[in-house]
């Protein structure tokens, strides 16, 4: 059977998608100096980072090793920092008066878990005949890392998907988003709770079909008019 990294692909293809976003909203950022696009600037630098320390290193030296275990915890530190400001907005927009403790908290608990773990045992990813990494992350350490990555994507994704907007294109948008912060959340965080290898296969295609329709609004973005970003913006209730 022929050799694919199916894992590392995925990985390695969402970050370049997440990048190309990154790149977009810095250019409107730069052209119309809103929030919106800040945000989202800022969590696909923080996310593509992540997705490629995922990648490149278990594509490169597919054998079990500790080092890849220590990226894996930062690789997923950065998912943390770069999602946490969506999950703000959202709690900022639903009037809940966490955010700012949520700011704080989230990091500092993600961060306490993953230096337990280390500290407990450092874990030496692999990837096997099938191309699928195993992370090796111990119970229950993973299931842990995996509610809070759940809730940190859920959350921006029921904002999304609930919120109010002004015109066809934001919509579209919206909805593509918040189903991106879904299946990336299940599919992303997913793949730590198994060994068992079509379940890890079915995790890592929800996360690839989750970017997949991400980088349709690659050709949203050039078929359809950009709409007033500063509407758009106080349509969706962003703000510090």
């Not at 694919?4 to 730069?30: C, D, E, N, P, Q």
């Not at 980072?49 to 054998?63: A, D, K, M, V, W």
């Not at 068992?196 to 970017?211: E, V």
Request: hydrophobic share 55%.
């Amino acid at each position: 059977m022929a050799y694919f990294a199916f894992s590392s692909a995925t990985y390695i293809f969402s970050g370049i998608i997440v990048s190309m976003y990154a790149l977009h909203y810095l250019r409107l950022f730069r052209k119309n100096g809103n929030e919106y696009s800040k945000m989202f600037f800022q969590l696909g630098c923080w996310v593509s980072f992540g997705f490629f320390l995922y990648g490149i290193p278990s594509l490169i030296y597919p054998e079990a090793h500790q080092w890849k275990g220590l990226l894996w915890f930062l690789a997923s530190f950065c998912i943390v920092i770069g999602t946490i400001k969506p999950t703000q907005v959202a709690l900022i927009a639903w009037e809940n008066k966490f955010d700012k403790l949520a700011g704080l908290a989230i990091p500092s608990v993600a961060a306490l878990i993953f230096l337990t773990h280390i500290f407990t045992i450092i874990p030496s990813p692999y990837t096997d005949n099938y191309g699928l990494i195993h992370w090796g992350i111990i119970y229950p350490f993973n299931f842990i890392i995996f509610m809070t990555g759940i809730l940190i994507t859920a959350i921006p994704a029921v904002f999304l998907f609930t919120a109010e907007v002004t015109g066809k294109k934001a919509a579209i948008k919206k909805t593509i988003f918040s189903i991106t912060f879904l299946l990336g959340g299940l599919g992303g965080w997913g793949n730590i709770l198994t060994n068992n290898a079509a379940l890890l296969i079915l995790s890592w295609s929800a996360m690839f079909f989750g970017f997949l329709l991400l980088g349709t609004m690659l050709i949203i973005e050039m078929v359809m008019k950009e709409p007033d970003l500063k509407k758009e913006e106080q349509n969706i209730k962003i703000s510090q």
